[in-house]
Every structure is written in C-alpha cells, then in structure tokens.
C-alpha cells in the first residue's frame, strides 16, 4: 500500500505561480510512477505530468514550458512547479503513484487562478 498527501494548492492571480508537493509513504520502493492529474469542475480528470523513476518526464500539452515536475528518484516526494498560471488552470490537483499495476491517489489540493 503507498499514501499520498498533497499539499501547496491555493488561491492565485493569473500570471502567477504555485508549488504543489506530495508526500509518498508505505511501499514506496514499489513505485515506478508519480505524478499529477487535474479535475475541473464538469471535466474528466486530466494527466498533468508525471516522472518516472529513471528521470523521463512527460506533460500535457496545455502545460508544457509553463509546469515543471520534479523529483529526486520519484519514489517519496513529487513536485509541481507551476508557472504563468491561467483561470483554465484552476482544479483540483491529484497526486498519483504507480506501484506494480496498481494505482493510489492523494485526497487533491484546491488550486484557483483568479483573472
């Protein structure tokens, strides 16, 4: 079993920036995978980027060049530099791990872009 806690969401003007961590614990030598996913209101949650454990990154498109994800060897702690931020940023922000086949979330952290 591995938990996650997110934390570092927020209210912000657009234009500027947050820093979402997340706190691995439990098996977390099992992990491959971390990383983040978004739900907006009425919308299917979304990949963000995630990190594997050998460094690769992958991100979405809307968020590329403007999010930064990152993580010592992404087995314990994870996170999301985001930058440049827009109103259509604002969701809930979920952390996720990747363990062997199984896949564990965090509870989200709230992040609101104001215009």
């Known amino acids: 079993q591995v938990q996650l806690v997110e934390s570092g969401g927020g209210l912000v003007q657009a234009g500027g920036s947050l820093r979402l961590s997340c706190a691995a614990s439990?098996?977390?030598?099992?992990?491959?995978?971390m990383g983040w996913y978004r739900q907006a209101p009425g919308r299917q949650r979304e990949l963000v980027a995630v990190?594997?454990?050998?460094?690769?990154?992958i991100y979405a498109g809307s968020v590329k060049g403007r999010f930064t994800i990152s993580s010592l060897n992404a087995k314990d702690t994870v996170y999301l530099q985001m930058n440049s931020l827009m109103p259509e940023d604002t969701a809930v922000y979920y952390c996720?791990?990747?363990?062997?086949?199984?896949?564990?979330w965090g509870q989200g952290t709230q992040v609101t872009v104001s215009s």
């Open positions: 990190i594997t454990s050998s460094g690769r990154t």
């Open positions: 439990g098996s977390t030598f099992s992990i491959n995978t």
């Open positions: 996720n791990a990747d363990a062997n086949f199984n896949n564990y």
